[in-house]
T-cell receptor, first 112, second 113 residues
Framework: EPEVTQTPSHQVTQMGQEVILRCVPI?????FYWYRQILGQKVEFLVSFYNNEISEKSEIFDDQFSVERPDGSNFTLKIRSTKLEDSAMYFCASSNDSYEQYFGPGTRLTVT | QQQVKQSPQSLIVQKGGISIINCAYE??????FPWYQQFPGKGPALLIA?????SEKKEGRFTISFNKSAKQFSLHIMDSQPGDSATYFCAASTYNQGGKLIFGQGTELSVKP
């Protein structure tokens, strides 16, 4: 069964450093998303991406964040200068129709 | 108006019992209401979903009941099993906003043997 994969599973970085989180969506999907989940809290939408551009972004997704689909298979989230409050689980999701979204296993980002 | 409110925060059910989790929303533009199941350290897994043109959807032991006029929907887990112990999230989305999911706060379900 096709699934969304994410790397790395855990990333530790120092405050102010740049991180890139990587995702490989399900191959025939057209819609891509990033969400985050702070420990013990609900899942929060960050950004949606369709047809090589951002279609929607949340207030959390400020200028420190960017997304890219550098080739036909990868979808990345970059945080330019990490803050302590960026520590969270980051989930990538993909969808064929923007409704049924399938989530990856997540990357746990720890900012020290 | 973008919020989805979920209750209860936690739920303990005996094996074989019925687990019921409720969600309420305000935005009448929402047109898709999924439920996700999340085990510790894992990503949310799509469990079942409903559109507002039907009042109920059943898949195996899982049923969504949808009340459009009350702007409420609920998940019923029949014959609950210890393996169902997980956190459940309701969510809502609208096609006009690129499908972004607005999640409820989550319900931690524990099924006792």
């Amino acid at each position: 069964e096709p699934e969304v994969t994410q790397t790395p599973s855990h990333q530790v970085t120092q405050m102010g450093q740049e991180v890139i989180l990587r995702c490989v969506p399900i191959s025939n999907h057209l819609y891509f998303y990033w969400y985050r989940q702070i420990l013990g809290q609900k899942v929060e939408f960050l950004v949606s991406f369709y047809n090589n551009e951002i279609s929607e972004k949340s207030e959390i997704f400020d200028d420190q964040f960017s997304v890219e689909r550098p080739d036909g298979s990868n979808f990345t989230l970059k945080i330019r200068s990490t803050k302590l409050e960026d520590s969270a689980m980051y989930f990538c999701a993909s969808s064929n129709d923007s409704y049924e979204q399938y989530f990856g296993p997540g990357t746990r980002l720890t900012v020290t | 108006q973008q919020q989805v409110k979920q209750s209860p925060q936690s739920l303990i059910v005996q094996k074989g019992g019925i687990s019921i989790i409720n969600c309420a929303y305000e935005n009448t533009a929402f047109d898709y209401f999924p439920w996700y199941q999340q085990f510790p350290g894992k990503g949310p897994a799509l469990l079942i979903a409903i559109r507002p043109d039907v009042s109920e959807k059943k898949e195996g032991r899982f049923t969504i009941s949808f009340n459009k006029s009350a702007k409420q929907f609920s998940l019923h887990i029949m014959d609950s099993q210890p393996g169902d112990s997980a956190t459940y999230f309701c969510a809502a989305s609208t096609y006009n906003q690129g499908g972004k999911l607005i999640f409820g706060q989550g319900t931690e379900l524990s099924v006792k043997p």
